[in-house]
Nanobody
Framework: QVQLVESGGGLVQAGGSLRLSCAAS????????MGWFRQAPGKEREFVAA????????YYEDSVKGRFTMSRDNAKNTVYLQMNRLKPEDTAVYYC?????????????????WGQGTQVTVSS
């Protein structure tokens, strides 16, 4: 049992920055990798970034490479998504997810725990 709570969303101007946080709690955190997904109104949920516990390797969707950085603070059981040079097309609800089953990091079906989401709105 893992609970995930996102925070840090808000309204920013294009070109601005936000840092999202995802705090994990519950039983011992024996998940394989963590991910960030986002969903804009009327659109499918899409992969944003993932970080692996083993080695801390990160992966990013092409459109956010060089702008977003995912990281993990083991002591706090928290992952972050630093979002720089935000664009209006980044506007979405951002969800934190955890996978205890493994699989392909950019597939939502690989994750079995999900947070409630935090809204990110980027104005032009």
């Amino acid at each position: 049992q893992v609970q995930l709570v996102e925070s840090g969303g808000g309204l920013v101007q294009a070109g601005g920055s936000l840092r999202l946080s995802c705090a994990a709690s519950g039983r011992s955190f024996n998940t394989y990798f963590m991910g960030w997904f986002r969903q804009a109104p009327g659109k499918e949920r899409e992969f944003v970034a993932a970080v692996f516990w083993s080695g801390g390797r990160t992966y990013y969707e092409d459109s956010v490479k060089g702008r977003f950085t995912m990281s993990r603070d083991n002591a706090k059981n928290t992952v972050y998504l630093q979002m720089n040079r935000l664009k209006p097309e980044d506007t979405a609800v951002y969800y934190c997810a955890a996978s205890s089953r493994g699989g392909t990091w950019y597939f939502g079906r690989s994750y079995d725990y999900w947070g409630q989401g935090t809204q990110v709105t980027v104005s032009s």
